[in-house]
């Protein structure tokens, strides 16, 4: 039985991404073209029927204060989280890769607060910030754990921060390990042989040589970072007086809180637009230091 | 031969599951017909609620055994989410999804503008001559009624009576004056006046700001001059008084208001660290459940001397409505009588559900039923001593940038004319949505 090259790959192709392509399409590119639509009218997300109003949300979302000051928390917060997850995430790394003791388990440990769901993390956060830091603040009066945690702008900027860089560096950790545990030796030792101090050698041989994993974890950490949603909510529910409010939890809150579906389907679109284009631009910018050894 | 094996059993999975998709969908799904008479063919007849006070989940299900040995071909399939959880966006969840409920819980007012498109009229049931009146207003639209109200909730300062006492206040304050002078008192005595749950938007942005809008001459019409984007609130004389207790009682607060949530601010107080809380009815179980027997009752929350700042605030904080859609809407409709004009209804209502009830015809037998709290407001409801809820006739998503304005004031961050400006201009802008 010898059927033709070009048909018998086809039908592999189609057993093999077939299944996966339609629950993509129906769970996720569906949903997305209709939502689409959406965003050109005016409904409630109740009612039977949704008005066409043109470009009028648009303009409107150009003019709602609430959207311009969640996007500007969440450009600060994805700075800040992006910076600091992929350097604890490499610290770790480098650290792990040495010959430490209880290596497997420490690996274990660090990677831990991811396998934890967002909502979760985010009470237990809350709990250590309000109740925790209070009683270690009470009992030591180190002005750290004094200040009104989560109370204030700053201290509930940081707080999500610091949750998120917790919860997220364990994850970049291990893409960090799987890179750097496949740098060559030889080309290691050589540099050594010719005079490379440990940190000459960490940034003109180890670094250019993971850049591909440096161009995923950062792809990873910077669409988590601006998606930010679950350890918001749970943690601060985007108070105090809306200031940790991510961009996520203020569609969400147009869409189903404001009862705008209309309007929260057209942040979404600008939303989503956004964070392609950024994301597309880091992965470009990366790739282009990406070398061979 | 091997990779062609593999084809052969991935297809197959795909398949299976593709078909384990399409079988689940008949489940509790109601598909819009104009088949109501369900009920009276002898079928089982399902009935799907989908209700939101997860306080009396326990003793609905003792309910739905009792109705169904009454009415042995109905099913009650009753469902609850709620307290953390979004009920609206659950609800909403199951109609995208075709699987509507047949009987589900609506707040009255903004939430009834939502869903009025699902709504069945129930303006001619029997019940409806028994609902006192002012819990009919907020379910009312066009002359047609659309809900049965749960039961009434009050909220006011629950004061812990014992520290009044310990810090000499011999009569509870019931005007601004009285309230300062019990609150130096009660520094004087080394003791917290207020714990404050500034953390939850509804705190502040429903029940504190609805102060100042039930203290208005004509609330009603304030509040639609406010929608139609006339606004009112800058420079208004009672939001200039409401300042008076709002300060106050951020003056004399617990530590760390902002941070401090539902659970802490009713736990400081029943743990007896604070003497006064603004919370309502609600809280009796959580409070029975760390300090029994509690020596506790209502306060008005005054922003001046006058006589109408010393009400309390009550209102129907939720009402059962029945699916325009639903096939058995018959059954739906007798189920919501049975629970207003049967003995047995009745008395889950206040017994077991610990409702203050909101029909005429229901009596409270037993004073320890429902509690010190909802005693309290029980007498101030008799003695006409109540304001209405009037935050639900704020556009939907409102309070919640109200309490977030509120918190920025708590916080220092603006004073009062911002905070009222920023307070109009939301209002202005939601409202035109």
Redesign the interface.
Request: no cysteine; net charge negative.
């Given at each position: 039985m010898k059927s033709s090259g070009w048909s018998k790959s086809w039908?592999?192709q189609l057993?093999?991404t077939?299944?996966v392509t339609?629950a993509f399409a129906i769970i996720i590119a569906l949903p997305f073209f209709m939502g689409m639509y959406y965003s050109f009218t005016e409904w409630?997300?109740?009612?039977?029927n949704a008005t066409f109003v043109g470009l009028d949300n648009f303009v409107?979302i150009f003019n709602d204060q609430?959207f311009i000051n969640s996007f500007t928390f969440t450009t600060k917060f994805t700075i800040a989280a992006v910076i600091l997850s992929n350097l604890v995430g490499f610290m770790l790394a480098l650290l792990l890769t040495q010959p430490v003791k209880s290596k497997n388990l420490l690996r274990t440990i660090f990677f831990m607060p991811n396998v934890i769901g967002g909502l979760l993390l985010g009470f237990i956060w809350q709990f250590i910030?309000?109740k925790g830091f209070?009683a270690v603040g009470e009992k030591t009066g180190w002005s750290l754990f004094n200040l009104?945690?989560?109370?204030?702008?700053t201290t509930a900027f940081w707080g999500v921060v610091i949750v998120t860089v917790w919860s997220t560096s364990g994850y970049l950790m291990v893409i960090y390990i799987s890179a750097l545990i496949n740098v060559p030796r030889d080309l290691i030792e050589a540099a050594s042989i010719d005079g490379a101090t440990a940190m000459q050698r960490l940034r003109h041989i180890t670094v250019p040589l993971i850049m591909p994993a440096v161009t995923i974890a950062l792809f990873l950490a910077l669409s988590w970072s601006f998606k930010s949603f679950d350890i918001i909510l749970s943690l601060t529910?985007?108070?105090?007086?809306?200031s940790t409010q991510s961009v996520a939890l203020n569609i969400y809150?147009?869409a189903?809180?404001?009862?705008?579906m209309g309007?929260g389907t057209a942040k979404a679109l600008i939303f989503f637009i956004v964070v392609a284009l950024i994301t597309s631009l880091q992965v470009w910018v990366t790739k282009r230091k990406e070398v061979q050894a | 031969m091997k990779k062609s094996l593999i084809s052969a059993v991935s297809a197959g999975l795909a398949i299976a599951m593709l078909a384990g998709c399409s079988t689940s969908n008949n489940g509790g799904g109601n598909e819009p017909a104009g088949n109501n008479g369900g009920a009276n063919n002898g079928e089982k007849v399902t009935l799907n609620i989908f209700q939101f006070k997860v306080e009396i989940a326990d003793a609905l299900n003792r309910l739905k055994a009792d109705y169904e040995k009454e009415n042995p071909n109905v099913i009650l399939n009753i469902e609850t989410m709620g307290g953390g959880a979004d009920y609206g966006a659950g609800l909403k969840a199951k109609f995208a999804s075709n699987q509507e409920p047949d009987i589900f819980n609506n707040g009255g007012n903004a939430d009834l503008t939502t869903w009025a498109d699902k709504l069945e009229d129930l303006s001619n049931e029997p019940w409806q001559s028994d609902v006192i009146d002012t819990a009919k207003e907020g379910i009312t639209r066009d002359g047609k009624n659309y809900g049965l109200p749960m039961g009434i909730e009050g909220y006011g300062l629950i004061y812990n009576k014992d520290l009044f006492k310990q810090a000499g206040i011999e009569t509870p304050p019931k005007t601004l004056t009285e309230l300062k002078a019990a609150v130096e008192k009660l520094k004087a005595a080394k003791i917290t006046p207020f714990s404050n749950g500034y953390q939850e938007f509804w705190v502040l942005g429903n029940h504190t700001f609805n102060v100042a809008l039930a203290n208005q001459d004509d609330p009603t019409s304030f509040i639609k001059g406010l929608n139609e984007g006339k606004g009112g609130l800058v420079g208004n004389p009672v939001i200039g008084n409401w300042f008076n207790l709002f300060d106050m009682m951020i003056a004399n607060s617990n530590k760390n208001p902002l941070t401090t949530d539902y659970n802490t601010q009713v736990t400081l107080f029943a743990s007896g660290k604070t003497a006064m809380m603004q919370q309502g009815n609600w809280t009796q179980v959580q409070i029975d459940g760390i300090t029994p027997n509690m020596n506790i009752g209502i306060l008005p929350m005054p922003v001046d001397d006058s006589e109408k700042s010393g009400n309390i605030f009550v209102g129907v904080p939720n009402y059962w409505v029945v699916n325009k859609n639903s096939k058995n809407k018959e059954a739906a409709k007798d189920f919501l009588n049975w629970l207003a004009t049967s003995e047995t209804g009745k008395n889950y209502g206040v017994n077991e559900f610990k409702f203050i009830p909101a029909l005429k015809s229901v009596e409270v037998k037993d004073q320890k039923v429902l509690g010190a709290i909802a005693n309290d407001i029980l007498q101030y409801s008799k003695d006409g001593k109540t304001s209405g809820w009037y935050f639900n006739q704020m556009p939907e998503g409102l309070p919640q940038e109200v309490g977030a304005d509120m918190q920025a004031y708590v916080a220092g961050k603006s004073n009062k004319d911002q905070l009222v400006k920023s307070i109009q201009d939301k209002w202005t802008n939601m409202a035109k949505k």
């Open positions: 039908v592999q057993v093999f077939g299944p339609l409630n997300g109740v009612s039977d409107k609430t910030f309000v209070a009104p945690w989560l109370g204030d702008e529910k985007g108070g105090p007086y809306n809150n147009e189903f809180q404001n009862n705008n309007l | -």
